[in-house]
Structures are given as C-alpha cells and as structure tokens.
C-alpha cells in the first residue's frame, strides 16, 4: 500500500514526532550506550573469529 503525502503532510507529520520526542535520562542513556557497546562487540567477536576460521583453513 502507497501512501502519498504532500510535502505540507510530511512536514507536519516531522513536526508532530519532533513535539513528542523527549531528551532520554541519565539512566536511559547509560543502558543505551551499554546495549550499543555490547552489540558492537558481539559483531566484532563474530567477525574475528570467522577471520580466524578462514585464516586457518589453508
């Protein structure tokens, strides 16, 4: 389903989310740098050890 908006409709609808947003708390800020730095680990350790993996196979 194609849902057209008008310009006038998506710059209404980008000010609507923008009243709505709130800056996160401290609290919330540090668990979501915990979840990203995890995430990027756990990428990170899965692309080191395929690299390893194909590394020792000759």
């Known amino acids: 389903m ?3 908006m008008g310009l006038r409709g998506f710059l209404s609808q980008c000010a609507r ?3 709505l947003a709130v800056k ?3 609290d ?3 668990l979501s740098i915990r ?3 995890l995430g990027i680990s756990v990428v ?3 692309g ?3 690299k390893m993996l194909t590394s020792a196979i000759p």
């Open 28 to 30: 919330e800020l540090r």
């Open 17 to 19: 989310v923008l009243k």
């Open 35 to 37: 979840i990203c730095f």
């Open 44 to 46: 990170g350790l899965i």
């Open 2 to 4: 194609v849902y057209k």
């Open 24 to 26: 996160p708390g401290r």
């Open 48 to 50: 080191f050890v395929i």
